[in-house]
C-alpha cells in the first residue's frame, strides 16, 4: 500500500493508483473532462492539473500514479487560474446554447461551468464548421459541440476495437471522424452508441424519434402497441431521481399508458421465447454435432460487428432473432388474430437501452418483416422515453402500478435477466437443462457467468455432459476468443467451448448506448442487482415454465424451431465490408 | 486474393516491414513515392497488408502535412507561405493562381493539370515570394508573371 498527503489529508491506496483516484478517496474531486473509469487515462483536457508541495511542477492527476510520501496540492488560487483559463478555452470553441442541447443540465462541461462561475467568454468565439452526421439514423455526430476530448475515439477503438472513429487532422482542425471522413454509416460502426454515453458533452447523441410515437398516438387509425426491454426497467429511474438499479417496470407501464400507448407487452416475454429457440437450437447443434460452438445474436451491435470482422463465423451465430424482433413478430401474428386488430393498423414500438436497436428493425430486409408488416416500426431509447414521460408532465416516481397486457406480457425471471452480462447464458442454460434432461436445474442460479469480469469462462454439468460455456461483454474483449475460435476452425481442431455470449457493451444492455449517461462500474453493478432482484422475486424463473410461452407454442408455434417458428423467429447474417461507400 | 495495386517492388518492401515496429509511416512514405499520394485504395491494402486499421492510417495520414490525399495534377505548384516569402505577397500568388486557373490551395484543375500546394519555407528566401513547379523555381514572382509562367507548362 502507497501512503500520500492529498490536500493535507492522509490517504493509503493501493500500487498504481492514480493521484485522481487516491483524491476521490479523499474526498477531493479533482476537475475532469477527459478523463473516464471505463477508459485508459489520456490527458487531453489537462483540468486534472495539481501539483506537488515543494515543486514549482506541474502534474496532470489522471496520468500520475500515487508514490509514497506525495503531498499533493489539488486546489488553491494557482491551480484554480490554471483551471478556469482551460474552461475558457475549451468554452471558446464550443456553443453557449445550451438550452437548445441534448445534454443541457447533464453536460459535463457545463457543470464546470456552473462550478467556476464562468459569465463571460474572454477568448475570441470560434466554433467548427463541420455539418452533423446523421447518416446512421441511430447516432448523431455534431463535431460543432466537440471539446477533443478523445473519449469516444478511446472508447470506439480501445472498448470496443470497431475503429469508426479515429482523430482525423491536426490541432484545432481535428474532428473525431471516420476514415477519410465518411459518413458514420459507410464506416465500420456498428451503433452501440458507446460513444454517446462517454461523451462529456452534446457532441453525440441519439436520433430523437419521439415524434413519431406521439404521431402513431394521435392517428385513431393505429393501434399502438409497445414493449419494454429488460434494461429499461433498472435505469429509466435515474432520470427521475431515483437510484440506479431501482426496479420500476410497473410504473413504467403505467407511464406509457398514460401518454396514450394502447397495449403494454414486455420484451421480456420476446426473451423468454428466444431462450426457447436458442436453448432448443444449442441442443439440435449439440445432438447432430453440427458448427460449434454456438454464438448469442440478441445484440445487434455484436451481430453487426461479427458480420464486419468475422465474417467466416457467421454459421455460429444463432439463427434465433433478437427479443425485440421476436416481440415485434408475435406481436402482429399471433396477437393480432388474436385479439382480431389487423395487423395494418398495429404500430409497434420497442424501448430499448440501445442505440443499435434503431438500425435492427430494418437490418434483415424480409426477415425484418415476418408478419408481412414490419415488425417492429419504431425505437426509443430509454433516454428519449424518459423526455417523453417527463414532458407530459408525469410525476414517474409516484405513478401507481399497473400489469402488462396479456397474454404476451408475462414474462419469467430468465427473461429479465437478459439486460445482464451472463444473463442469456444463464437463461439458456435454465432451459437447456430441461430440455435435454427433462428435469429442472436443481438451482436455478449459474453464478459462474454473472459479474463485471471481462470473460467469464465454466462447465456446466448437464446430467454428465459438460457443457463449456463462455461469457464475454466489451466488444474488444471478444478479439481473443473469437481468433481462437476461428483458429481452430480454420485447423478443423473441435473448439474448447460449446455455448458463447457475446454483448458489445461492458455490462450487457443496462450499460447500452441509450441507457441515462453517467455510467460506470458501479452504476452498471447497482443495474445488475435490480435485475437479479426482479429475478428472484418471480414465480417463475425458466422461460419455458412461462405460462404465456406454453400456450403461444401450443397455439400457434406448435414447438420450437417448427417451420412456423423459423419463419417468424429466425433470421440469417451477411457478411458486410468494413467500409461500405 | 484480388489482384495488388501496388508494385512488385512496394509489394516486397511492405513484406519487409510487415512486422517491425514504426512500419506505418515507412510504408506510406513508399506508397505516396509510387502515386503521388496515398489514395483510400492503396489505404486499404495497406491495411489489408499490415492489419492496422484504416481509421488508424487515416488518423497518421491526416496528421502529417507530408502526405498527400488527393492525386496531384501533372505539374504541381507549390506556393510557399513561409515568413518571407508571406510577407512579399506569397498569398497574392494563391489568390492569382485561384483568377487564373480556378485553382485553390490542395486543389486540382479540371483538366487535371495543375494541382496546388501552400508550403512553408522552400529554401531560398532571399527570392520571396516564391513558388514552384514540378521542382523548377521561380522566384521573386509578380502578379503580371503567373500567366506566363502556367503557359510553359502545357
Redesign the interface.
Known amino acids: 500500500m502507497i501512503h500520500l498527503t492529498i490536500q493535507g489529508i492522509e490517504v493509503e491506496v493501493a500500487e498504481g493508483t492514480t493521484v485522481l483516484e487516491a483524491a476521490r478517496k479523499a474526498g477531493i474531486r479533482i476537475p475532469t473532462l477527459c478523463y473516464h473509469p471505463d477508459l485508459q487515462p489520456f490527458g487531453s483536457c489537462g483540468l486534472c492539473v495539481c501539483k506537488q508541495e515543494g515543486s514549482a511542477k506541474i502534474i496532470r492527476a489522471c496520468s500520475t500514479p500515487a508514490a509514497e510520501g506525495m503531498r499533493i496540492i489539488t486546489h488553491d488560487q494557482d491551480l484554480y487560474n490554471v483551471r478556469r483559463t482551460i474552461l475558457e478555452l475549451t468554452m471558446s470553441t464550443h456553443p453557449s446554447s445550451c438550452l437548445l442541447c441534448t445534454r443541457n443540465n447533464k453536460c459535463e462541461l457545463q457543470k464546470l461551468a456552473i462550478e467556476y462561475g464562468v459569465r463571460e467568454q474572454p477568448f475570441e468565439i470560434r466554433l467548427a464548421e463541420d455539418k452533423k452526421d446523421r447518416s446512421t439514423g441511430a447516432i448523431v455526430l455534431d463535431p460543432e459541440k466537440c471539446i477533443k476530448c478523445g473519449r469516444c475515439v478511446q472508447v470506439c ?1 480501445g472498448l470496443q476495437g470497431v ?8 490541432g484545432d482542425h481535428t474532428t473525431m471522424s ?3 471522413r465518411l459518413p458514420l454509416n459507410e ?2 460502426c456498428i451503433k452501440c452508441g458507446q460513444c454517446i454515453t462517454h461523451c462529456p458533452v452534446g457532441a453525440i447523441y441519439e436520433q430523437d424519434q419521439t415524434d413519431g410515437l406521439m404521431k402513431a398516438i394521435a392517428d385513431p387509425e393505429k393501434v399502438v402497441a409497445v414493449q419494454i426491454a429488460p434494461s429499461v426497467r433498472v435505469a429509466i429511474g435515474e432520470e427521475f431521481g431515483l437510484k440506479p438499479g431501482a426496479v420500476s417496470t410497473k410504473k413504467l407501464y403505467t407511464a406509457l399508458r398514460r401518454l396514450g400507448i394502447d397495449y403494454v407487452f414486455d420484451t421480456n416475454f420476446g426473451a423468454d421465447l428466444t431462450i426457447m429457440e436458442e436453448g432448443f437450437e444449442l441442443i439440435e447443434r449439440m445432438k447432430k454435432g453440427a458448427v460449434m460452438p454456438q454464438l448469442t445474436s440478441c445484440c445487434p451491435g455484436w451481430v453487426a460487428y461479427v458480420e464486419e470482422y468475422y465474417p467466416d463465423l457467421l454459421e455460429n451465430l444463432s439463427s434465433a432473432k433478437s427479443p425485440m424482433m421476436m416481440q415485434g413478430a408475435i406481436t402482429k401474428t399471433y396477437w393480432a388474430d388474436k385479439v382480431g386488430i389487423d395487423k395494418k393498423k398495429i404500430y409497434s414500438v420497442a424501448i430499448m437501452p440501445c442505440t443499435a436497436k434503431k438500425t435492427e428493425i430494418t437490418r434483415d430486409g424480409e426477415h425484418a418483416s415476418s408478419s408481412g408488416e414490419q415488425d417492429v416500426d419504431l425505437v426509443l431509447t430509454t433516454r428519449e422515453l424518459a423526455r417523453l414521460i417527463a414532458s407530459r408532465g408525469l410525476d414517474f416516481e409516484n405513478l401507481p402500478e399497473t400489469e402488462a397486457d396479456s397474454p404476451i406480457g408475462e414474462y419469467s425471471g430468465a427473461g429479465t435477466i437478459f439486460g445482464a452480462t451472463g444473463g442469456v447464458m444463464e437463461a439458456a442454460i435454465r432451459t437447456a437443462y430441461y430440455g435435454i434432461t427433462g428435469k429442472e436445474l436443481p438451482d436455478p442460479e449459474v453464478k459462474l457467468v454473472r459479474g463485471l469480469d471481462e470473460i467469464k469462462r465454466g462447465e456446466v454439468d448437464v446430467d454428465g455432459r459438460k457443457v463449456r460455456v463462455a461469457v464475454v461483454h466489451g466488444m474488444a474483449n471478444a478479439k481473443p476468443l473469437l481468433d481462437k475460435i476461428r483458429e481452430d476452425k480454420k485447423a478443423g481442431r473441435p473448439s474448447d467451448v460449446d455455448f458463447v455470449e457475446i454483448m458489445a457493451c461492458r455490462g450487457g444492455c443496462i450499460a447500452g448506448g441509450g441507457q441515462p449517461y453517467g455510467t460506470d462500474d458501479e452504476v452498471r453493478e447497482m443495474r445488475i442487482d435490480g435485475l437479479y432482484e426482479d429475478d428472484e422475486k418471480s414465480a417463475k424463473r425458466c422461460s419455458h415454465q412461462n405460462p404465456s410461452i406454453q400456450k403461444l407454442y401450443e397455439e400457434f408455434l406448435s414447438a420450437p424451431l417448427s417451420e412456423k417458428a423459423h419463419h417468424l423467429l429466425h433470421t440469417e447474417y451477411q457478411e458486410t465490408p ?2 461500405k461507400g | 486474393m484480388a489482384q495488388s495495386i501496388f508494385s512488385d517492388e512496394l509489394n516486397a518492401y511492405i513484406s519487409e516491414w510487415k512486422d517491425k515496429p514504426g512500419n506505418l509511416i515507412m510504408i506510406l512514405h513508399r506508397v505516396q513515392e509510387e502515386f503521388g499520394y496515398v489514395s ?1 485504395e492503396a ?2 491494402g495497406v491495411s489489408a497488408e499490415i492489419g492496422v ?7 497518421v495520414l ?2 502529417y502535412h507530408f502526405f498527400k490525399l488527393n492525386k496531384p495534377g501533372k505539374y504541381n505548384i507549390q506556393v510557399c507561405l513561409g515568413t518571407a516569402c508571406y510577407l512579399k505577397g506569397g498569398d497574392m500568388i494563391v489568390e492569382e493562381l485561384g483568377k487564373e486557373i480556378g485553382l485553390e490551395v490542395g486543389g486540382l484543375t479540371e483538366d487535371g493539370r495543375f494541382s496546388l500546394e501552400a508550403v512553408r519555407c522552400v529554401g531560398c528566401c532571399g527570392l520571396a515570394p516564391v513558388m514552384t513547379i514540378s521542382g523548377e523555381v521561380f522566384g521573386k514572382v509578380s502578379k503580371n508573371q503567373i500567366a506566363g509562367i502556367l503557359d510553359k507548362f502545357a
Open positions: 477503438q475503429y469508426a472513429l479515429e482523430f482525423i487532422g491536426r471516420p476514415a477519410a464506416s465500420p468494413l467500409y | 483510400r489505404a486499404e486499421p484504416l481509421a488508424t492510417i487515416w488518423g491526416t496528421f
